[in-house]
């Protein structure tokens, strides 16, 4: 399949196109937010110890998850263009003589599903937005293992398996209005070298001739020292469907010889309505599935009903011991319900369909429809994400201020305490059901387009069963963000 002409090129904007494309072009969103990072951890090290005064909680807990959201339904995958992580990488590439690839067992989702259910759970079970210190911890550990993994092997392992900030912006960046295509599908059939993959970096010069097709004059360019890695997520840009594990590195842009990489503005959701775009894997399918239910848990965590759970759960099981409790919580939350309701739609949709149960037949249901938990799931995230970011986004200054005071620099002024959100939480309650009923409206749509390809004329079946279990989720969503929910990190501002 051709894909759609490229209606705009961001990479062929006039000023912005030429920024993105230099070969230093992604330290421009890199070093602010890399100074930010430190700020972060200076004053989570160093700083007040109370959450609602310190910048790293503030800054992490508050506004990054908040900003986080918004960014990806209205851009795209800026935080990992941008992100500081990958800066000590570049260093480690560099010392790192023979790199190895990745375990070929712990290719897949499973290590990353894994890395978002510890931190979920870690940030109940520790109090991480509570905590400076713990928060200023959690940053380091992350440029550390970034560096180790770079170190060690030869693709982006970190970014591509490991990492559950980067697999959040993966899974809901699918929803984004920009996507990396070609130009020219004619021009890759043709290109040898395959750059944007492969990079153009060369230890010594190299010529490279490409296929000379009738008319067309030749076309040689070199690899050398000071050529450009390729896709560190082993992505092809002619290949590329979706949005799902891009960094938005603009590398391939970079190494591509002849110019063909776009950055191109689409419909928002678009890979979603086709039904092969993602891979027919368990590990995909169930984090999309699983990242939409941990929306509902995280937000659980932080309404009164979770206490009464803990304390029925404890009755029951005899446990006293508050990890253990929750960690039973999170089990069945976030791995136990999730799986348990994707197998179980796949097999109410073959059975309404009348399809015998056969083979890959389960798996390749499973894997069809659990894209369309993406955009319930980020309506979901950015209704309990946008509350903590709405009320509390202005609070950001009187702690800036706090710490510019505490450190003897008086331009800014004392800290204005009195600021706090920028709506109140009854007003932003509504825009919380615009969002998750938002998200599920798309939902149905793709579910829709999925169903009447697999199952043609019976499709409309299982669109039923699919929107019943996705309004489960709906509700849910909803019960949980209409209750009082704890003000974290900025209660004890005012
Ligand atoms: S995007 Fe560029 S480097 Fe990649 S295959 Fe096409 S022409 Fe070659
Ligand atoms: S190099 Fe890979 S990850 Fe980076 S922008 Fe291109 S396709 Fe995305």
Redesign the pocket.
């Known amino acids: 399949m051709n894909p759609a002409p490229v209606r705009l090129d961001i990479l062929r904007l006039p000023l912005l196109g030429r920024l993105l494309k230099q070969k230093r072009g992604r330290l421009y969103f890199q070093i602010p937010l890399l100074l930010v990072t430190l700020l972060l951890l200076y004053d989570g090290f160093t700083g007040p110890q109370q959450a609602s005064q310190n910048l790293a909680t503030v800054g992490v807990w508050v506004h990054y998850r908040g900003v986080l959201i918004l960014i990806l339904l209205l851009v795209g995958n800026l935080f990992c263009m941008g992100c500081p992580f990958t800066l000590p990488r570049t260093v480690a590439r560099r010392l790192s003589k023979q790199g190895r690839r990745f375990p070929k067992a712990l290719r897949g989702k499973w290590l990353a599903f894994a890395g978002l259910f510890g931190i979920f759970f870690l940030y109940e079970w520790l109090d991480l937005w509570a905590s400076p210190l713990l928060t200023a911890w959690v940053i380091l550990a992350y440029f550390g293992v970034s560096f180790a993994l770079e170190l060690i092997f030869t693709e982006s392992a970190f970014c591509k398996y490991v990492c559950p900030l980067g697999t959040f912006n993966f899974v809901y960046s699918t929803v984004s209005p920009l996507q ?1 295509s070609t130009r020219s599908p004619d021009v890759c059939r043709t290109c040898v070298g395959r750059e ?1 993959l492969n990079g153009s970096y060369a230890p010594s010069p190299l010529i490279l001739t490409d296929l000379i097709r009738e008319g067309a004059s030749p076309s040689t360019h070199e690899h050398n020292p000071q050529g450009v890695l ?4 082993l ?1 092809f ?1 002619p290949q ?1 469907r979706s949005n799902f ?9 970079r ?1 591509c010889p002849h110019d063909n ?1 776009a950055l191109q503005v689409r419909s928002p959701a678009k890979e979603l309505l086709d039904p092969h775009t993602f891979p027919r894997r368990w590990d995909v399918s169930f984090l999309f599935i699983a990242l939409a239910f941990m929306g509902v848990t995280n937000a659980f965590g932080m309404i009164p009903p979770v206490y009464d759970l803990i304390g029925a759960l404890s009755r029951l099981t005899g446990i006293n011991a508050e990890w253990a409790l929750l960690l039973i919580l999170f089990g069945v939350g976030n791995v136990l319900l999730p799986a348990l309701v994707g197998v179980g739609m796949a097999w109410a949709v073959l059975r309404v369909t009348g399809t015998v149960l056969r083979g890959r037949r389960l798996r390749n249901v499973f894997c069809a429809f659990a894209p369309a938990f993406i955009p319930v799931g980020i309506g979901i995230w950015a209704a309990h994400y946008g509350f903590h970011f709405v009320t509390g986004a202005l609070t950001i200054v009187p702690v800036f201020q706090n710490f510019l005071q505490d450190h003897q620099i008086g331009l800014l002024g004392p800290p204005n305490w009195a600021l706090g959100g920028l709506m109140g939480t009854a007003q932003f309650g509504l825009i919380q059901g615009m969002l998750i009923v938002g998200g599920y409206g798309l939902s149905l749509f793709t579910v829709r387009h999925t169903a009447a390809d697999l199952f043609g004329q019976k499709g409309w079946r299982a669109w039923l069963v699919v929107s019943l279990i996705l309004l489960g989720l709906v509700l849910a969503a909803l019960y949980v963000n209409a209750q009082p929910m704890e003000m974290r990190g900025i209660s004890d501002l005012h």
């Open positions: 990396i944007c390729g896709c560190g997520t992505l840009v590329i594990e891009c960094t938005l590195c603009l590398d391939c842009a190494a990489v």
